[in-house]
């Protein structure tokens, strides 16, 4: 003879059961929020939105440096083709910026501590004289500047956020974007690991 359940207690799981299905599901959730926390910084926040550009930034991974003639603080010409057959660190920024403002004095370092790696920053639509003031304020040497006077650069590299940085192979190929600002750790991280690829190939 069976016995039957009383009514209220007929059709609902065993708290047991829920258990052991709630407590994986919530490991599960826990595991993917570190993972989240633990990405590296090309997926660090962009800030000092610009106005929407060509193409999406991430599209031009593993695909050639789309070229650019600009000119530097003297008004001489500065190109991609300049830094043929070597790694380049090539950042966009603007003087407001506050976080590129910030990475400024690391860039300086990182250009004195090795010459393996060329760096060349960006102005974005501003002026020599706008750049060199920047600079003054910050009681520094420039780094090797480019003057994106018209927007030009910014929008064949669709840059939509400052600042943002592309590493360039000696094949001048787009290895890896970096948004937002970069640490003088994760610069020098960038610099082995293309250097090391290029030593690969």
């Known amino acids: 003879m069976t016995q039957n359940l009383p009514p209220n207690d007929q059709g609902k799981p065993s708290p047991l059961l829920v258990l052991f299905l709630v407590l994986p599901l919530l490991g599960i959730l826990a595991a993917l929020l570190m993972l989240a926390s633990e990405r590296p910084g090309p997926q660090s926040i962009v800030v000092g939105q610009l106005p929407a550009a060509d193409l999406n930034t991430a599209s031009l991974i593993n695909f050639q440096a789309p070229p650019f003639d600009l000119v530097n603080l003297d008004g001489q010409p500065v190109s991609l083709a300049d830094y043929a057959g070597r790694p380049l660190i090539l950042n966009f920024w603007q003087t407001t910026c506050e976080p590129c403002k ?45 003057l994106d006077v018209d927007g030009s650069a910014r929008r064949a590299y669709g840059i939509a956020g400052l600042p943002t940085t592309y590493v360039i192979d000696d094949e001048g190929v787009v290895r890896y974007m970096h948004l937002g600002e970069m640490n003088a750790l994760q610069l020098r991280q960038y610099a082995e690991i293309i250097l090391a690829d290029s030593a690969a190939n």
């Open 102 to 146: 910030r990475e400024m004095p690391t860039f300086a370092e990182f250009l004195e501590d090795q010459s393996d790696v060329a760096l060349l920053a960006v102005s974005i639509e501003e002026t020599s004289e706008q750049v060199r003031a920047f600079f003054a304020e910050l009681d520094m040497l420039p780094v090797p500047v480019a």
